[in-house]
């Protein structure tokens, strides 16, 4: 008999993301992604919109912004001198600091937006922040997983399953934040994570925290 979507189940999907115009934003590649349900890795609404399903089944989901990377707060913009990091050469564009010079840290990681005449524009609203979204899901294998799968998933956390862009915004920020060293592309100069003509290249790969 055939396994239904629940918790524990090692669950395989395909799935486009659009906006609310229909521009596609985002799509795993043909043979899906895999993910662990009920482990809160992926948007909560979707999870619980995929509980029950089977695997050949599909359908479509609306998210609201809240319901996806938050509604956009006009507050959470900075603009700060370069100078007042402790180390600015190491600033890009691109790239996340984990506190703002002069205010108490609150949890937040910012983004810094834009780089000019010595000023800094940080924000912390994530890239999507205000947008609805669309998926378009189907749903590839169901199982129950394999032991070796389960320990797999010990050693790297369920999470290291799911793409940049299905995940909460708080888990996004959370990779690689301990490495200081700067991306290089393969001739040595400092890779752009904006360069790869991707809508969604700025979550391609995890951000460097600069501190």
């Known amino acids: 008999m055939a396994d239904a979507i629940r918790k524990g189940m090692l669950v395989t999907i395909s799935l486009v993301m659009a906006d609310m115009t229909g521009r596609t934003l985002e799509e795993t590649p043909p043979e899906g992604m895999v993910y662990l349900h009920g482990e809160g890795d992926i ?3 979707l999870e619980k919109a995929l509980e029950g399903h ?8 609306h998210l609201e912004p809240e319901e996806a990377f938050g509604e956009y707060d006009a507050d959470a913009i900075r603009c700060i001198p370069v100078e007042n990091f402790a180390h600015p050469e190491r600033l890009e564009v691109g790239e996340l600091v984990d506190e703002v010079p002069g205010e108490a840290p609150d949890g937040r ?3 810094v937006t834009d780089m000019a005449d010595g000023m800094a524009v940080l924000e912390a609203n994530h890239p999507l ?6 998926f378009a899901v ?11 799968e389960l320990e797999s998933m010990e050693d790297d956390g369920s999470a290291s399953l799911v793409p940049p ?10 990779e690689d934040d301990d490495d200081d060293t700067p991306y290089e592309a393969a001739d040595g100069e400092s890779a752009d994570p904006y360069s790869d003509g991707s809508s969604m290249a700025k979550l391609a790969k995890p951000p460097r925290i600069v501190r």
């Open 54 to 61: 089977f695997a050949g089944e599909g359908f479509t989901i």
């Open 43 to 45: 948007f909560p609404r």
């Open 129 to 134: 922040a205000g947008v609805g979204l669309q």
């Open 109 to 111: 990681s910012w983004r």
């Open 165 to 174: 862009f299905l995940r909460l915004a708080d888990k996004i920020v959370s």
């Open 138 to 148: 189907k749903v590839l294998d169901v199982h129950e997983p394999s032991e070796a």
